[in-house]
């Protein structure tokens, strides 16, 4: 079996081929973001000489493994190393051939896909990210690394917002320059993510200098806004006064990076994505707009897009650790004074779900208010512009730890990885074979010709609805929805 070898812009990179699909892991797409470089934009690659070996994932992103009873189902890795700005290709052998001879490769579709992790963790190198059976079904899959924590996203006085997303912009250019050499389709990409990767996609189909860089776009799970800079900083305030620093540059650039790491695990301690507290954010500013607010306006009107959640999303904050029996009546209240929750819907939402626990029914107000309305406005308005726009639910139930349908859990589906260790986590090894079959094959199929395979948005509401038998539900809650005005 001969040893795939493809020369891009920086130099040669010596894959590794496994049943059928070529693999080039840990490749270098910006130059290391440390020593002078750190807290800046990324630069391009020095390059290297001879050939690369790329037989093994880079290194990943400093950060902390997951706590508080999130570490039983998410899982966490850790590479060392200085070039943390890399991403992964898998690519069928089929357009490998061509491309290793240069020619002009099978012109296969891309798919870019982007980690989540709250902007604080994550890693293309987690098993749950393998791009194999995309590669096996026709798709060149490129999995990327960026900054996260705070080396990513901290608002300093002197240094560039979104060092993250701009991470994500130079690999999404980066695949625009060389997928062709793996044989993919350079105007075929499709970018996806999950959680804080679809905050990313969101921030990058709004951002004026990722214009074009995006053919097609698939968001699981990810609000949607970004904050202002003000409020984006408050993370890095408390980081700094907790080092005895000032929030600049030069200041964090004299911190180690596991020392910030440490900090921001402290400032941070108890604070969920869906009870509140300090976290990093996305910052309005510098070229970046209220992504949310760009997309209603009409911002990628001309990308098709696939958008939706899961029917559950909180509960893997609520239940793993505990939380979701702590949540009395005064949190209730705080979040409807804090989000200005009608009397009406709250009284729609019980009445809806008269035996729920009060920490259940706070953890639907939150998907709902963080996900699933700001999903429905969007494709609302792109439906106004004759916008291609296709709504999913995953409401697949899995009955580990009371986790039901909750945030990741359709990340196993997608991949079409159900017996991996990190997807049975999740499910418990119950996910039935069709689920996947079902939903990895609508990805695949969006990132081949842009139609996931059900009817698009339109004033029925159809939302694909994938559980035990997936099907196309219309309208689904809503009553609940419309409560909100």
Known sequence: MTVPVVAVSSGRLRGTRIGGVARFLGVPYAAAPFGDRRFS??????????????????????????????????????????????????????????????????????????????????????????????????????????????????????????????????????????????????????????????????????????????????????????????????????????????????????????????????????????????????????????????????AADAVPVLIGCTAEEARLWLEPTGLVDRIGRRHLLGARIAFRIRSRTMRRYRENRPDLRRGDLFGVLATDLLLRLPINRWADARLGRGAATWVYEFAWRSPRLGLGAAHCMDLPAVFDRLDAPDAVALTGGAAPASLAAEMHGAWVAFCRGGDPGWEPWNRLRPVRTFDTETRTVFAPREDERASWG
């Open 41 to 298: 934009a990324p630069q391009p690659h020095p390059g290297w000489p001879g050939e690369r070996d790329a037989s093994s994932p880079g290194a990943t992103s400093p950060q902390a493994p997951y706590g508080g009873g999130l570490e039983h189902v998410l899982p966490s890795i850790e590479i060392a190393g200085d070039e943390i700005l890399n991403l992964n290709v898998w690519a069928p052998d089929s357009a490998m051939s061509d491309a290793e001879t240069g020619g002009a490769g099978a012109g296969l579709p891309v798919m870019v896909w982007v980690h989540g992790g709250a902007l604080s963790r994550g890693a293309n190198a987690l098993d749950s990210y393998d791009g194999t059976p995309f590669a096996r079904d026709g798709v060149v899959f490129v999995s990327v690394n960026y900054r996260v924590g705070s080396e990513g996203f901290s608002v300093l006085d002197d240094a560039p917002l979104n060092l993250g997303l701009l991470d994500v912009i130079a690999a999404l250019r980066w695949t625009r320059r060389e997928i062709a050499q793996f044989g993919g389709d350079p105007a075929r990409v499709t970018v996806a993510g999950q959680s804080a990767g679809a905050s990313l996609i969101a921030a990058v189909l709004a951002h004026p200098e990722a214009s074009g860089l995006v053919d097609r776009a698939i968001l699981q799970s990810g609000p949607l806004a970004a904050r202002p800079r003000e409020q984006a900083a408050r993370i890095t305030r408390l980081i700094a006064k907790d080092l005895g620093v000032a929030p600049t540059r030069e200041a964090f650039s004299s911190i180690a990076p596991d020392a910030l790491v440490a900090a921001q695990l402290r400032v941070t301690a108890g604070t969920t994505p869906v009870t509140g507290g300090p976290g990093f954010a996305l910052a309005i500013g510098e070229g970046l707009p209220d992504p949310e607010q760009a997309l209603v306006d009409g």
